[in-house]
């Protein structure tokens, strides 16, 4: 199962299941050239660490492989992270992974359009929604 989670976890860089999250500045700081006020709220997005070349060699290749070697902290945040970590993200892993399961083992499935565009406006998106067909495997 080791490959199959470094599959979802790409999977989940690529279309996090989070936006983001808004956090309160613990003190003044400042930031390439802003100065951000203790006490202002800042937005942070999963695509802004999940699409960054320096986090992510290629970031807009899927490569299931670059979970191999570890990832530096906070730079993979699908259930956030630290102490706000999801309470639920080892029941989402084990759902993902008896899910991927199920689908690969008992159904035969293929894009409907191989070659459809993922646009990005502004987050990634298949253009024509990514239809699938499902059918199940007969024995």
Partial sequence: MTY???VARESMRVFPPIF???RKAIEDIEYDGYRIPKGWKVLWTAYGTHYNQEYF???LRFKPSRFEEPIQPYAYVP???GPRLCAGYQLAKLNILI???YVVT???WSLASPDEPITMDPLP???QGMPIRVSPKFP
Avoid: A, I, K, L
Wanted: proline share 10%; charged share 20%; glycine share 14%.
């Fill in 106 to 108: 008992r159904y035969d």
């Fill in 20 to 22: 983001g999250s808004f």
């Fill in 125 to 127: 998106f298949p253009s």
């Fill in 79 to 81: 259930f956030g992270g």
């Fill in 57 to 59: 060699e290629d970031p």
């Fill in 4 to 6: 199959t989670w470094q």
């Fill in 99 to 101: 899910f991927v399961h």
